[in-house]
């Protein structure tokens, strides 16, 4: 696609100017004001360094700083390079990014190339270091020293992607965020590198590994592959085998879950009083005439209860699959870990010689480490909400990084949000994975290409209750959709269309359709690297297949992609103020509708998808036993689980009550 020359075009080098200093300024500095805005100051000690102006210097302290303009990445290079600031040294560094206009994707056999040369620069990709420092040194040399560090650090990676030809995601340049990171793994016992399971090694820094244990060999590291509901066991077994070949210490682990379990318990306890409260009135309502008889209802109250329960519990974990399997090896690797389990993990890390100034034994100290988005608040919260405390964030010794006491044995330090450099392919891939904002997007066509190629067709028409018309394979049409005829056919179903020419806006369509892919809506997990390579399709398969899902979403989607006459229906009007919204048919019933909620996101276009309904493969289910069971399965059916109290127990409960008097009236 080619975007339209704007006629305010007026060139690279007013655009950087205006971009950094404002519109008008920009040509100032060109006539050779620019002095005034980076000073170059002479220190106390006769030192000189390069500043940017006093304001802009604090407000760009803790901004995490991933892509630069041009100039930007000139000044910022320069206030690093402080004293060593030369001419000859500028021109030695090169532009990490370069503005990809139009990405095409690349070819099968591009790919490869591209994946063989990550494969052999892999040891590049390192991750800044400290420099070494002892009690003589002085603050203002340590500042030097790390500034040094971390400009030689990025000089290496312009040099790698420049004579390698590599594209490299938008990685983290502000040494502030690194100094964060520095601090918390210096005080962490277990460093956990949090991923997304969609993609894990996008997400992974091999070399802050290698970093956690050249700053002290006792401090361990944990690959936490969080979103883990998100792939079904076959995808959890590939990976596992992957990281257990590889040598990765890794847990899998899904805060959605972990959030909906705690909630699950919350309810119980909730339902647990409300039992107590509903026992008196039983024995009001059939008017019990002594304690004896008051004994006997309750006993048999009870174990109705109980056999219900029973019964609930066998009518409905049907569909959860390898129910009965007890747990071996192979469920250990797979599992998707409970707070309790992970916290259990964390102290399994306790330093058990070392003990706190006040000598009693220290603290088990986590640093918690991951790209913006992997699901770090999340986990965080999840650790929080299971403990059922108030915890009160405290912000550590340092200025940034929070410490939060989890337990009397565990602290948390939560590290900002760090963006590792890695290799990328397209930058359409990085859109994808959520590293690229998608509102600031211009070129939409390569990532919408990959959306359309990795979900099925079927699935997306389902999904979004359209009918995408594709180019027959005797005209030349490759059986799977473009960009342009998923964008054209999602924007003509929403009644998105162009001013002027009133086609299907594909821009704006392609903003919907990329961040349901983003938050899993659309669902697709990159396989393992392996020689043959997996079939990504072949992969994905089972996330599709509408015979894994239970019979009642089966049916659903069956009568959505039956019915495409729905699209458009709704009123356009609101569909600005929610990405989400996907409009959808007449829905049967509270608990259908509960179900679609779950399902295909708000029923009435409000709020988000709460659970990609892939979760139902965690098979966590099986597990637990009783009410988690019970609360389980009702999260796996998607299906609310208070609703199912009150459909389950309550309801028959209220049966009970009437059956009951209805016996002690007979006797
Ligand atoms: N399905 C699923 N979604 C998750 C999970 N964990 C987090 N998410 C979603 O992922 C998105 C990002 O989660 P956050 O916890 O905000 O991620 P973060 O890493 O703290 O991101 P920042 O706050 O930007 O640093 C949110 O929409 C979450 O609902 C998970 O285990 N499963």
Redesign the pocket.
């Known amino acids: 696609m080619v975007l339209a020359k704007s006629k305010k075009s007026v060139g690279l080098g007013n655009s950087l100017m205006n971009d950094r200093f404002g519109k008008g300024k920009g040509a100032d500095m060109r006539r050779g004001n620019y002095q005034a805005e980076a000073i170059q100051r002479t220190g106390v000690n006769g030192e000189t360094y390069v500043t940017n102006p006093k304001k802009e210097a604090s407000w760009v302290k803790m901004r995490s700083v991933t892509e630069q303009a041009a100039l930007d990445e000139f000044l910022s290079t320069a206030e690093l390079a402080g004293t060593d600031f030369t001419a000859e040294k500028i021109n030695n560094v090169k532009i990490i990014h370069k503005d990809q206009k139009n990405p095409y994707l690349l070819s099968a056999a591009e790919e490869r190339t591209a994946v063989r040369k990550h494969k052999e620069n892999r040891n590049r990709l390192t991750v800044p270091r400290r420099p070494p420092w002892d009690e003589h040194t002085t603050p203002q040399q340590l500042d030097t020293r790390e500034r040094e560090s971390l400009l030689e650090w990025r000089r290496g990676l312009a040099e790698l992607i420049e004579n390698n030809d590599l594209l490299m995601t938008p990685f983290e340049r502000n040494l502030e965020v690194w100094r964060q990171l520095w601090r918390v793994i210096e005080r962490s016992d277990l460093v956990v590198q949090?991923v997304?399971?969609r993609n894990p090694l996008l997400f992974r820094s091999e070399d802050l590994e290698n970093y956690v244990k050249e700053v002290d060999p006792k401090k361990n590291n944990l690959l936490l592959v969080?979103?883990?509901?998100?792939m079904t066991l076959e995808q959890r077994q590939a990976w596992a085998d992957y990281f257990v070949e590889a040598g990765i210490n890794f847990k899998f682990?899904?805060?959605?879950?972990?959030?909906e379990m705690n909630e699950a318990r919350q309810l119980e306890l909730s339902d647990e009083s409300d039992d107590l409260l509903d026992e008196d009135d039983v024995e009001e309502e059939i008017d019990l005439e002594g304690d004896k008889l008051a004994k006997e209802a309750k006993k048999i109250d009870l174990q109705e209860m109980q056999e219900e329960e029973e019964e609930w519990a066998d009518e409905e974990t049907v569909d959860v699959p390898g129910e009965e399997i007890p747990l071996s090896d192979e469920d250990e690797r797979t599992r998707i870990l409970t707070t309790d389990e992970l916290e259990a993990l964390f102290l399994q890390h306790a330093p058990n010689i070392d003990t706190g100034p006040d000598g009693e034994p220290r603290k088990t100290q986590i640093g918690l480490v991951?790209?913006?988005?992997?699901?770090?608040?999340?986990?965080?919260?999840a650790l929080i909400g299971a403990k059922k405390v108030s915890v009160s964030a405290t912000p550590g010794k340092t200025k940034h990084f929070q410490t939060i006491h989890l337990s009397d044995q565990v602290i948390l330090c939560d590290c900002?949000?760090l963006v590792f450099p890695n290799f990328a392919t397209t930058k359409a891939e990085l859109v994808c994975s959520g590293i690229l904002p998608i509102d600031q997007l211009r070129e939409y066509t390569g990532p919408a290409a990959l959306v359309a190629q990795r979900i099925p067709q079927p699935f997306l028409e389902a999904i979004y209750g359209l009918k995408i018309d594709i180019r027959a394979l005797e005209e030349g049409g490759t059986g799977t959709p473009t960009a342009e005829e998923l964008l054209r056919a999602y924007g003509a179903a929403r009644g998105f269309s162009t001013t002027g020419q009133g086609q299907p806006d594909e821009s704006r369509a392609a903003r919907y359709v990329l961040k349901d892919y983003v938050?899993?809506k659309l669902l697709f997990c990159h396989p393992p690297p392996s020689d043959p390579p997996i079939d990504p399709k072949h992969f994905n398969r089972d996330l599709y297949d509408a015979n894994h899902l239970p019979a009642k979403r089966r049916a659903h989607l069956a009568s959505i992609a039956a019915s495409s006459s729905l699209a458009g229906t709704e009123d356009p009007s609101l569909m600005d103020d929610d990405l989400d919204m996907v409009p959808l048919p007449p829905v049967q019933g509270k608990k259908t509708a509960q179900m679609d909620k779950r399902f295909f996101g708000p029923a009435q276009g409000q709020g988000?998808v709460?659970?990609?309904f892939h979760?139902q493969y965690s098979e966590q289910g099986k597990h637990l036993s009783g009410r988690k069971l019970k609360t389980m399965v009702a999260l796996e059916k998607g299906v609310d689980p208070s609703e199912v109290k009150l459909n389950s127990k309550k309801h028959f409960k209220a049966n009970k009550k009437r059956a009951k008097k209805e016996r002690l009236e007979y006797e």
């Open positions: 949090i997304d399971a969080n979103k883990a509901d998100m682990f899904s805060a959605e879950l972990a959030k991951g790209y913006p988005n992997v699901g770090k608040s999340s986990t965080i919260n900002p949000g938050k899993g988000h709460s659970m990609p979760h």
